[in-house]
């Protein structure tokens, strides 16, 4: 069973930065990938994708401060957030895009507060 693991999250003020990473049991660098984040009470909302050639979307809500990339050296898929705002406080996970999606991973926390 694939595992996937998040991590880089934490407490920024607004205008920070974080750079989260998403790992897994299985090589990714031929997957198209997607970061999702969640809050309480809200469906996980997609991010931003990165196909296994680099193309990217972005979400409206975070076009221009955020990107996404790919690292196969180290079998991750990266996103880079800047200028942070409170909204983008939430859960942050990652899973391949597509019909068949693995196990969601335990995600990582992003809160953006003063």
């Known amino acids: 069973q694939v595992q996937l693991v998040e991590s880089g999250g934490g407490l920024v003020q607004p205008g920070g930065s974080l750079r989260l990473s998403c790992a897994a049991s299985?090589?990714?660098?031929?997957?198209?990938m997607g970061w999702y984040r969640q809050t309480p009470g809200k469906q996980r909302e997609l991010v931003g994708t990165a196909t296994s050639g680099g193309s990217t979307y972005y979400a409206d809500s975070v076009k221009g401060r955020f990107t996404i990339s790919r690292d196969n050296a180290k079998n991750t898929v990266v996103l880079q957030m800047n200028s942070l705002k409170p909204e983008d406080s939430a859960v942050y996970f990652c899973?391949?895009?597509?019909?068949?999606?693995?196990?969601w991973g335990q995600g990582t926390q992003v809160t953006v507060s003063s």
């Open positions: 299985v090589s990714l660098r031929f997957y198209p």
């Open positions: 899973n391949r895009l597509g019909t068949t999606i693995w196990p």
